[in-house]
């Protein structure tokens, strides 16, 4: 059975990783293409061409870049591109995130690039109040989405965040890959 196989009915996933050529993130984002998801890219720290250089540009919803280049473009290529210009405005990003899941009626994945990026510049509280009223939103719209956190993160940190989601998928050597009966999810 394949990670997407075993997150399926989650639709809230933490994976322990980098994206940096996660095999993990290319299947989780397949799978919901292959279901008729557009996906939405929200990236950190770099600008949103290099994002979209690494993307098929025919299922993507958009990408939302946080704390990319200034001035960057609406569009690269056929792709809409949004920014957040400060990686530790939360409210700023979270009210693009609230305005393009409604746009998507639920139709919508997203790839959370770096949970790791908003620790860095945000405070861990803060971060995780942001999460919550993220993965209810997702939740609620209908929509899914997995948050990269990178492994070197302490034991409480990883906890914390982990236990916002619905599934946690670590991919080690084989993949670990935890889920929550529904009726146990936050906001149920």
């Known amino acids: 059975m394949t990670v997407s196989d075993r997150v399926a009915d989650a639709p809230t996933v933490l994976v322990i990783d980098s994206t940096d050529e996660s095999s993990v993130c290319r299947e989780l984002v397949e799978a919901d293409v292959s279901a008729g998801r557009e996906v939405l890219w929200v990236c950190h720290e770099r600008s949103a061409c290099e994002a979209v250089g690494t993307i098929d540009e025919t299922d993507t919803a958009g990408v939302l870049s946080v704390g990319g280049l200034p001035g960057e473009a609406d ?55 942001f999460l919550h009223t993220l993965t209810a939103q997702i939740r609620e719209a209908g929509a899914r989405a997995h948050f990269h956190l990178a492994p070197d993160h302490d034991v409480e940190t990883t906890g914390t965040v982990a236990s916002l989601c619905d599934a946690l998928v670590d991919p080690d050597t084989e993949p670990t890959v935890r889920t929550r009966p529904p009726t146990e999810r936050p906001d149920s």
């Open 75 to 129: 569009a690269v290529g056929d792709v809409h591109v949004e920014s957040v210009s400060k990686p530790g405005d939360l409210p700023a990003l979270g009210l693009k995130l609230s305005r393009l899941l409604s746009e998507h009626d639920g139709e919508l994945t997203i790839c959370f690039e770096s949970i790791t990026a908003l620790l860095e510049h945000a405070d861990r509280n803060g971060v995780c109040r």
